[in-house]
């Protein structure tokens, strides 16, 4: 374990280096404005739209359902809602200080354009599969701009992202939170993990979706209640928090972390890690919904972002810079939140906190191997390499049960800031096509009816698999 864990430290600490330090903030943060002011800020104009979409059914076409927006939903909110909100902003605030929260906002706010984008195109390249539909960047880097084998490098990095390195941290936290509580060996927490998660990925996204969409929704509105208790009942130094995130973030008080660029950088990989706007991975999901429109699951992914990082992660950070000693406490990760939210609410919450990252955390292994999952079936159809796939999952589940979790996190933002930045150069150079798709909804919107789409209505719209097909049927 020691020899595997010292090639990859090598691995990372260049890799990171380059691509974070150089390349992928200032494309995220400039793709996400750019985003923001074509769209005519769409995020807020159709916030409204994000709640009434999100509660329609799936339509069915020629024999083809789908998930509904709903459940598409609920398997982005478990990958996203999980070991960044608890264990990532504690890191983030531990080392980049509170000034990180601040920056985790702009990175979310400004995501909700970048994730209504990708899975606005995800949609419209979706194709049909044996459970409904799939897509995702992969899809529409060889259909809409051609290139297959951007598709190609997609889908690795995200096999690799999502089903391997991804799971390793949600189980990294999970056997930390489980030993600081119960003081159970991570050995059979691993164990634990990997037969509950070979149960259910054997199954397939209708069982995905199904366990997601009854555990997401009760573990969030339990844990966001626990962190509003907190909240308000230390609701006269709120106005005190705010004001020192402020202040951080821009250096003008640098007795937490490392000042303004360190509270820069944390804030802006958690927020990128816990909420994914732009990473490429919430498409895959949003792909499988069968709406009329495909604009109606770009705002359901758009909310997505703002719930779990305006609402969730900023629960979570109040909790732990409400602690008086966050400062000066010698946990990390999802252990600083249990400590935190023990002093908020006494002993029984490191228990409570336990089973929540369990659940979130668990919720977000099967929404992260889903994500590979449709990419190893776009890199090679046949059953047996998803099978191989699983496998592996499985195996990195274990792994990251083991680990230690600064090299677990360090491999984490190297491979999302790879992925990264392949997605956001493919949403760039297909923004057109995104606006375009919007502007018939709004059009159609402002008409009064239910906007629908047709693929004709899109001038220029080329290589649509399924919408095309639903318009020769006609």
Not at 36 to 49: A, E, I, N
Not at 364 to 380: A, M, P, Q
């Amino acid at each position: 374990m020691d020899k595997l864990e010292w090639i990859a430290s090598k691995i990372v600490e260049w890799g990171n280096l380059i691509l974070w330090d150089y390349v992928l903030i200032y494309l995220l943060i400039g793709a996400g404005i750019f985003f923001t002011l074509r769209s005519k800020f769409v995020q807020f104009r159709l916030f409204g739209d994000m709640f009434k979409v999100i509660s329609e059914e799936a339509v069915e076409q020629s024999g083809k359902k789908g998930t509904n927006a709903f459940q598409a939903f609920s398997i982005t909110i478990a990958s996203r809602v999980g070991t960044g909100n608890l264990a990532g902003v504690a890191l983030a605030v531990a080392i980049g200080g509170p000034g990180a929260v601040f920056w985790m906002w702009v990175i979310a706010l400004i995501g909700m354009a970048t994730a209504f984008i990708e899975s606005t195109l995800a949609q419209v390249y979706k194709v049909p599969d044996k459970d409904g539909f799939r897509g995702g960047p992969a899809y529409y880097m060889e259909k809409a701009l051609g290139q297959k084998w951007m598709g190609i490098l997609f889908s690795i990095l995200i096999t690799i992202t999502f089903g391997f390195i991804f799971n390793a941290v949600q189980a990294n936290t999970i056997s930390a939170a489980v030993e600081q509580a119960f003081n159970i060996d991570k050995v059979w927490t691993g164990i634990i993990l990997v037969v509950l998660a070979g149960l259910i990925i054997f199954g397939g996204i209708k069982r995905i979706a199904s366990v997601a969409g009854v555990i997401v929704p009760i573990m969030a509105v339990i844990y966001i209640a626990v962190g509003l208790y907190v909240v308000f009942t230390n609701i006269t130094a709120i106005p005190d928090v705010f004001m020192l995130i402020i202040k951080n973030a821009f250096g003008l008080e640098e007795v937490f972390g490392g000042g303004a660029g360190a509270a820069m950088m944390y804030g802006i990989r958690r927020g990128l890690f816990s909420n994914e706007g732009g990473m490429g991975s919430a498409p895959n999901a949003a792909a499988t919904a069968g709406v009329n429109h495909p604009v109606k699951q770009g705002l359901v992914q758009s909310l997505a972002v703002f719930f779990d990082t305006i609402v969730i992660c900023s629960l979570t950070a109040f909790i732990i810079i409400l602690y008086d000693n966050f400062h000066q406490a010698s946990e990390d990760g999802i252990q600083l939140t249990q400590v935190a939210l023990s002093a908020h609410v006494g002993e029984w919450a490191s228990i409570f906190l336990a089973i929540t990252i369990f659940f979130f955390a668990f919720s977000s292994v099967i929404g992260n191997y889903y994500y590979g999952e449709t990419n190893v079936s776009f890199l090679n159809p046949k059953g047996i390499w998803v099978n191989v796939y699983r496998v592996v999952v499985l195996g990195m589940v274990m792994f990251g049960s083991l680990a230690s979790i600064q090299i677990v996190w360090d491999m984490a933002d190297l491979f999302m800031a790879m992925m990264a930045v392949v997605n956001l150069i493919a949403i760039l150079l297909l923004s057109k096509i995104a606006m375009d798709v919007l502007q018939d909804y709004v059009k159609q919107r402002k008409q009064g009816t239910d906007p629908t789409f047709h693929y004709k209505n899109i001038k220029g719209l080329k290589n649509i698999s399924w919408w095309g097909a639903q318009e020769k049927n006609k």
